[in-house]
């Protein structure tokens, strides 16, 4: 069974950066489509990003599009969201996730496509 740990994330400053990292315990990682979701307080867990298995294809939400990078190390089993001009509203805990299914604009942005989890990473900005 794989696990998902992941790193990163802290307390900044709006306008800060900071990256989370996710690394697979074992290889069912590479095959895989990956992404990244964030929960704030009181609301539903939303997509963020998301990767193909080859990493020439990614994904964003429209709310850190520009800001955010989603990037994958296959020969680490390891994903990377970096995050640049942070703002306030990109408060959130951050998890990161493995998809199951083939057909990457089906299963990316909902996360129940999604089969393993990281334990999430607590980011905070400050204003």
């Known amino acids: 069974q794989v696990q998902l740990v992941q790193s990163g994330g802290g307390l900044v400053q709006a306008g800060g950066s900071l990256r989370l990292s996710c690394e697979a315990s074992n290889r069912a990682f590479n095959p895989y489509v990956l992404g990244w979701f964030r929960q704030a307080p009181g609301k539903e867990r939303e997509f963020v990003a998301a990767?193909?298995?080859?990493?020439?294809?990614?994904s964003y939400s429209d709310s850190v599009r520009g800001r955010f990078t989603i990037s994958r190390d296959n020969t680490k089993n390891t994903m990377y969201l970096q995050m640049n001009d942070l703002k306030p509203e990109d408060t959130a805990i951050y998890y990161c996730?493995?998809?199951?299914?083939?057909?990457?604009?089906?299963?990316?942005?909902?996360?129940?496509?999604?089969?393993?989890w990281g334990r999430g990473s607590q980011v905070t900005v400050s204003s």
């Open positions: 990767i193909n298995a080859r990493g020439d294809t990614t």
């Open positions: 996730g493995r998809a199951s299914g083939a057909d990457y604009y089906k299963i990316i942005f909902t996360p129940e496509n999604y089969d393993a």
